[in-house]
């Protein structure tokens, strides 16, 4: 295959409608979740007040959540996994700073799929992870999470442009996680120093150009040739 064949990578598995139907039920949940921490704080609410606000009975609550901070755990995913899903999507032989770049202003930009306003409830569900340990236990799982799953996605994409990669070499998955790892990094720790902020979703100073500015930081300094050959060929 030519090194400028526009070719995507896989698509994921399809997901069955009992999936999506649990899937949209947790996300009910954590929006209702989310209204109260913001309204009245996560100490205030109790599970059966969240399970009250989606609509649910409070053992429906505890069959998709072990406790009240785990149910805004959805919340705290969606944006890492539109990342993911962005840098599946983009074509193979791209080099992968670029795609990264990419598929960050693709999430990060308010109105490119997410509203100013959703990013204003994001900045205060982060902070709100930042005062409460419990909260940030599971933003630091969402977290790992989106790390776990743009090494897979990497892996899918060395698949795509016929490059070899074995998984059970020690070696080989050290360095692909290590990539993930670091791209990760620059983005979430953009996101919350957003966050702590009190600067627009938007301009220079927003969580998509401080992403930006992270990874090309480290393009140079932290990756070195862990991007250069395996990325580039398809």
Not at 104 to 126: E, M, Y
Not at 165 to 191: E, G, M, P
Request: aromatic share 6%; charged share 25%.
């Amino acid at each position: 295959m030519s090194s400028t064949t526009p070719t995507s990578s896989p698509p994921p598995p399809a997901v069955s409608l009992t999936e999506r139907r649990k899937a949209e039920t947790r996300m009910e949940i954590a929006r209702a979740a989310a209204g109260l921490f913001v309204r009245q704080g996560p100490r205030a609410t109790r599970a059966e007040d969240i399970a009250q606000a989606a609509g649910i009975a409070p053992r429906t609550f505890y069959r998709y959540f072990a406790s009240k901070e785990e149910a805004i755990g959805p919340l705290y995913a969606m944006g890492a996994q539109r990342w993911v899903a962005a840098v599946r999507a983009a074509p193979v032989g791209v080099p992968l700073p670029q795609v990264l770049e990419d598929a960050v202003r693709h999430t990060l930009t308010p109105g490119l799929g997410v509203s100013a306003a959703s990013w204003d409830w994001a900045r205060t569900l982060i902070r709100l992870a930042e005062a409460n340990p419990a909260l940030r236990r599971v933003w630091a799982e969402a977290c790992r999470a989106s790390e776990r799953s743009l090494a897979e996605a990497l892996a899918e994409r060395l698949t795509a442009a016929h490059v070899p990669y074995d998984a059970d070499n020690v070696a080989a998955r050290t360095r692909l996680c290590f990539t993930a790892a670091v791209a990760s990094a620059a983005v979430r720790t953009a996101v919350e120093s957003w966050a702590a902020g009190d600067d627009p979703s938007e301009g220079p100073r927003g969580p998509a150009e401080l992403a930006v500015a992270n990874l090309a930081a480290l393009r140079d300094f932290a990756w070195g040739d862990l991007t250069h050959d395996p990325f580039r060929r398809a």
